[in-house]
């Protein structure tokens, strides 16, 4: 098997972020929450930015790209994005963010070394929210990993983009009744809540058994809010309805390292 490993950062409503490696060539997906905090966590896990090759965003949210403005100023890479997020960025972002966008349709494919990421939409209330289909080459072998953390429902484009992938990291954000009965406004709650939104536990282990009956069999439960879940709540659900599955599953941390 290829030696590649994607590790989540960090999940969660302050903050996003995974890395994407391999022995020769590592890459971001999103760089939420600070410039500090994501040089500590890439350290951690025995990477410095100047082995980082690119950065691919699936959306303009801050909780997906607040690092890059002060981190971009002293490592220099390109980040990849749809045209419709960079859009969005270019009313508020810093020079050194703005310097190093490279911006794409929205389905797009982009090869660094091993790697090749493919996008795919995902309904989110984003000017261009994408999923990502990796496939990384190991000789005549290709193997496949998805990346999917902010949707509100799962669509054709969502089930083509990430079916049959060996390992997935899938967004589960929300328990229904948490999130109806908790402290958010109810306009906040709707947002949440709908197909444009972000994916609840029970949507989330529903398509995790579509996937598993395509081939998967390791999941990472990501983007869990902090105020509308539990990991037990998310973990529990997910893996009660993969019951009979030869599967492993996880769920990110909100702040520390998950290893997928």
């Known amino acids: 098997m290829a030696n590649y490993t994607l590790k989540v950062l960090y999940s969660g409503s302050d903050g996003n972020a995974a890395l994407l490696q391999t022995d020769t ?15 500590a966590a890439l350290a951690a896990s025995g990477v410095t930015p100047d082995m980082l090759s690119a950065v691919f965003l699936t959306h303009e949210h801050r909780d997906h790209v607040a690092a890059l403005d002060v981190f971009l100023k002293h490592h220099k890479m390109p980040v990849h994005t749809t045209a419709a997020s960079a859009a969005r960025l270019r009313r508020t972002a810093s020079a050194a963010l703005l310097d190093n966008l490279v911006e794409h349709a929205p389905l797009f494919s982009e090869t660094v070394g091993e790697l090749t990421l493919t996008s ?9 929210s994408v999923g990502y289909r ?4 190991d000789g005549q072998k290709t193997h496949t ?6 949707l509100g429902a799962v669509t054709g484009a969502v089930e083509e983009g990430l079916m049959g992938c060996e390992a997935v990291v899938l967004e589960c954000n929300h328990d229904p009744d948490m999130l109806m009965t908790g402290p958010y406004p109810y306009d906040l709650k709707r947002r949440i809540a709908s197909r444009n939104g972000h994916l609840s536990n029970p949507d989330c282990a529903a398509f995790c058994v579509k996937l598993a009956e395509h081939g998967t069999r390791r999941f990472l439960l990501a983007h869990l809010s902090e105020t509308n879940n539990l990991p037990e709540l998310a973990l529990g659900e997910v893996t009660a309805a993969l019951a009979g599955f030869d599967v492993r599953v996880l769920a990110a941390d ?3 390292i998950t290893e997928l």
């Open 145 to 150: 990993v998805g990346y999917a953390t902010d």
């Open 134 to 137: 990796i496939t990384v080459q």
């Open 25 to 39: 060539v590592a890459v971001l997906i999103d760089a939420g929450r600070n410039a500090k905090t994501l040089t």
């Open 120 to 128: 795919f939409p995902t309904p989110h209330d984003s000017a261009g």
């Open 254 to 256: 909100p702040v520390s």
